[in-house]
């Protein structure tokens, strides 16, 4: 839930940015935005996910939130090709989405799981490509 916070932040770079007209600007703040939202997104779907998937009664939800994930990559596509009119769609749908995880999904897992499936959801997440913090930090440097 603190990477959701860090998404939060960066949707404000990309508001600030395209409310400045600036095209560069608006292309780095969606990089910077993007370079925690996909690592993010990927070690969730690999770790949690799966291990919630299950159970047939979270298997609607997840895959709901796993098109949801997809959605947002298209919306962030369109503002790659230049279409700035999506930012507030994007962030609208973005800031959603982490609703339904932080007041869902998450605590539901949290009752749901056990000491064994959490360690499953662990060794599945550290196995993603790359640390969402470690490269939000790494796109936040100077």
């Known amino acids: 839930m603190s990477e959701h916070e860090d998404l ?17 600007a608006v292309a780095r703040a969606l990089e910077q935005l993007d ?3 996909h690592p993010h997104t990927h070690a969730e779907e690999r770790g949690l996910f799966t291990v919630l998937r299950r159970n047939p009664e979270f298997t609607d939800h ?5 098109a949801e994930h997809t959605g947002l990559e298209a919306m962030a596509q369109e503002i790659r090709n230049g279409d700035f009119d999506v930012v507030d769609e994007f962030i609208d749908a973005l ?12 605590p539901a897992a949290a009752i749901e799981l056990e000491g064994p499936d959490w360690e499953e959801v662990v060794a599945l997440t550290q196995s993603a490509d790359t640390s969402p913090l470690e490269r939000a930090g790494e796109a936040r440097e100077p």
Do not use: I, Q, W
């Not at 939060?8 to 560069?24: C, I």
């Open 8 to 24: 939060v932040n960066f949707t404000g770079d990309l508001y600030r940015a395209r409310e400045s007209g600036d095209p560069a």
């Open 62 to 66: 997840v895959d709901g939130l796993c």
């Open 35 to 37: 370079g925690l939202l």
């Open 95 to 106: 800031r959603e989405h982490m609703d339904k995880e932080d007041n869902g999904l998450f």
